[in-house]
Each structure stands twice: as structure tokens, then as C-alpha cells.
């Protein structure tokens, strides 16, 4: 199984470039601040669009096979029905790793990867596996100072 605590710290921390197939170019949209975190933390990241030439500052190809450079990991954020093809080029350029986002199984696709020798993370969002396990979670809007587990009692009026 690829998504225990070790071999997610190791995926995360081997990688340095990650094809993301499906980077959308709307700030609201959770690939685009997924892939901004990760750019942010220092990654490599390439944008996998067709509808796009730059996305996050990047340039952005129509498919993996289009990518000129070595690619240690593909984040796929797109349907679940859709992956097959994409772990099929994933095995084609040598990528060490096939991620699909929270919500996309395919076990078809990750059966084919690990075949083929890659690591396969399913359902799983790279952002959040990321700042659980390099210590990017953060108390920023949410720390009230009180630690409980008993909810607050509202008085009525």
C-alpha cells in the first residue's frame, strides 16, 4: 500500500517535479491552490491543460507525453473515469509516482501503475498530505487559545 505515513513522507520528500494533469487557472479552484502550495514549497510544477499555455506562472502542455523534462510525480485531478489513459502516459514518460486527488479512484489505472513499478497514492490530496507531514498546517485563523473538547453552551434569550 502506497498512502502509510513513511512512504507518503518518502514520495513527498523524493519528488521535486510533479505534472499536475488537470491544473485548472481559476485561483478558487483546489487544484490551483494545491499546485501554488506546492510551487510555494518549493516544487517543481508543470501544468497538464490543453486550454492553457501558462498557468501559475508555468508553462502549460496539452498532455504528459508533451512534457520535455523528467517528471517524478503526475497529481491527476480529473475524474476518476478519466485516469486510465493518464497512468498509462504516466508509465510512458517513467514517472516514479501516479497521485490522484481526494475523490478519484480508479483502481484499474493503479493496478497498471504499480505493474509497471510506480508508487500509487489514491484519494489523497498531495497539499494536505504535504502540510500534515512537513509541519505546513498552521494555526492561522483558527487558534482561539482554548483546547476542549466539550462544545460551547449557547444561552437562550
Request: charged content about 25%; hydrophobic content about 45%; some cysteine.
Given at each position: 500500500?502506497?498512502?502509510?505515513?513513511?512512504?507518503?513522507?518518502?514520495?513527498l520528500?523524493s519528488?521535486?517535479?510533479?505534472?499536475?494533469?488537470?491544473l485548472?487557472?481559476?485561483?478558487?479552484?483546489?487544484?490551483?491552490?494545491?499546485?501554488?502550495?506546492?510551487?510555494?514549497?518549493?516544487?517543481?510544477?508543470?501544468?497538464?491543460?490543453?486550454?492553457?499555455?501558462?498557468?501559475?506562472?508555468?508553462?502549460?502542455?496539452?498532455?504528459?507525453?508533451?512534457i520535455p523534462?523528467?517528471?517524478?510525480?503526475?497529481?491527476?485531478?480529473?475524474?476518476?473515469?478519466?485516469?486510465?489513459?493518464?497512468?498509462?502516459?504516466?508509465?510512458?514518460?517513467?514517472?516514479?509516482?501516479?497521485?490522484?486527488?481526494?475523490?478519484?479512484?480508479?483502481?484499474?489505472?493503479?493496478a497498471?501503475?504499480?505493474?509497471?513499478?510506480?508508487?500509487?497514492?489514491?484519494?489523497?490530496?498531495?497539499?494536505?498530505?504535504?502540510?500534515?507531514?512537513?509541519?505546513g498546517?498552521?494555526?492561522?485563523?483558527?487558534?482561539t487559545?482554548?483546547?476542549?473538547?466539550k462544545?460551547?453552551?449557547?444561552?437562550?434569550?
Open positions: 500500500m502506497s498512502d502509510d505515513i513513511s512512504t507518503l513522507r518518502r514520495l520528500a519528488a521535486r517535479t510533479i505534472a499536475v494533469v488537470g485548472s487557472a481559476d485561483w478558487f479552484r483546489p487544484s490551483y491552490f494545491a499546485a501554488k502550495y506546492m510551487l510555494d514549497h518549493g516544487y517543481r510544477v508543470i501544468p497538464v491543460n490543453p486550454k492553457h499555455e501558462e498557468i501559475l506562472g508555468q508553462r502549460s502542455y496539452p498532455d504528459l507525453a508533451s523534462e523528467p517528471v517524478d510525480m503526475v497529481d491527476v485531478f480529473r475524474r476518476s473515469s478519466d485516469v486510465l489513459p493518464i497512468a498509462e502516459q504516466a508509465i510512458a514518460i517513467g514517472a516514479g509516482t501516479l497521485w490522484m486527488q481526494i475523490g478519484v479512484i480508479n483502481e484499474e489505472a493503479a497498471r501503475a504499480r505493474a509497471a513499478g510506480l508508487d500509487v497514492v489514491m484519494d489523497r490530496c498531495v497539499k494536505i498530505e504535504h502540510a500534515r507531514l512537513f509541519g498546517l498552521n494555526w492561522m485563523g483558527v487558534n487559545r482554548i483546547i476542549s473538547a462544545r460551547p453552551r449557547h444561552i437562550a434569550n
